[in-house]
């Protein structure tokens, strides 16, 4: 592959033509970032080619005012931070499935989703594969690795076509730094992601896969009711394996709790019961 690298936003990032070129060979050739030069000036091309479906042309989207999301973004429901998002960021599309960052790499900016599902997985020893968090509409990916200056933790994946803005470092960097009311709005948006991690480590340290799976229906039916889940991604949120999910609501259809005469579709029929299950005996 050849790989073409030009200045732009990952010179703005504080990357040199060097650096940057150091930081692509650490990474799989799949994801290295493309750019190309058109008549000597740079020009945008793709934060990831993994796929050619993967589509990120520069500021080709709504103007952020009219984003619907913005009042629940991490950075876009603050005033003065907003005509700064929208003269750096870039509309990027991914199809469901597709890797928007992966562990291991360096993080060169911030993304929030404006439309659709993202899930952070991680993989553990054994090479089974955990959802640390589902990331919607107006949340925020990759500002922890970036903040603490390391490699991403997990990997960042499309569960359904998604639309996320990318915000370079520099420009995430630049709006820190001049508007404290956006450190405060990080700050306190990196609590409350650690107050359920936390949460959601202790369940599944204390509870059995019965009890785990069951939150997980509910959580999923709470947050994410318009997403239909398969048995391995369910499996992947409680912490356990699809051969135990299966069997799992299996027992729980039987017990009247959820239905899944749909096929892929689970409905919960008696969502306090389901509550019940939840439980430590």
Not at 149 to 176: G, Q, R, T, W
Not at 219 to 241: D, K, P, S, V
Not at 267 to 277: A, G, M, P, Y
């Amino acid at each position: 592959m050849h790989r073409h690298i030009a200045i732009q936003r990952y010179v703005e990032s504080g990357l040199s033509t060097g650096e940057l070129d150091i930081t692509m060979r650490k990474r799989p050739e799949h994801a290295w970032p493309r750019l190309i030069l058109y008549q000597n000036l740079p020009v945008y091309d793709t934060l990831n080619t993994m796929s050619e479906n993967h589509d990120c042309p520069p500021n080709q989207t709504l103007n952020c005012q009219n984003c619907t999301v913005k009042d629940e973004s991490l950075l876009c429901a603050i005033n003065d931070v907003l005509p700064l998002i929208e003269a750096a960021r870039t509309l990027c599309r991914y199809k469901a499935g597709q890797v928007i960052f992966y562990a291991g790499n360096d993080p060169i900016g911030m993304f929030t989703v404006s439309k659709g599902l993202v899930k952070l997985e991680v993989t553990s020893s054994t090479g089974a594969a955990h959802t640390l968090r589902l990331v919607g509409p107006g949340g925020a990916l990759g500002y922890r690795s970036l903040f603490a200056a390391e490699p991403y933790h997990a990997s960042a994946i499309a569960v359904d076509d998604c639309e996320l803005c990318f915000i370079p470092k520099a420009d995430i960097m630049n709006i820190f730094k001049t508007n404290p009311q956006a450190a405060l709005r990080l700050l306190e948006h990196v609590s409350k992601d650690l107050r359920l991690a936390e949460e959601k480590w202790t369940g599944q340290m204390d509870k059995g896969a019965p009890e785990r799976i069951a939150e997980a229906l509910l959580f999923l039916q709470e947050h994410f009711a318009h997403q239909n889940w398969t048995r391995r991604e369910i499996a992947q949120w409680a912490g356990t394996t699809p051969e135990t999910v299966i069997r799992t609501l299996a027992l729980f259809e039987k017990e009247g709790l959820i239905d899944q005469t749909d096929g892929r579709v689970i409905r919960i029929v008696s969502k306090d019961k389901l509550k019940e299950r939840t439980l430590l005996d």
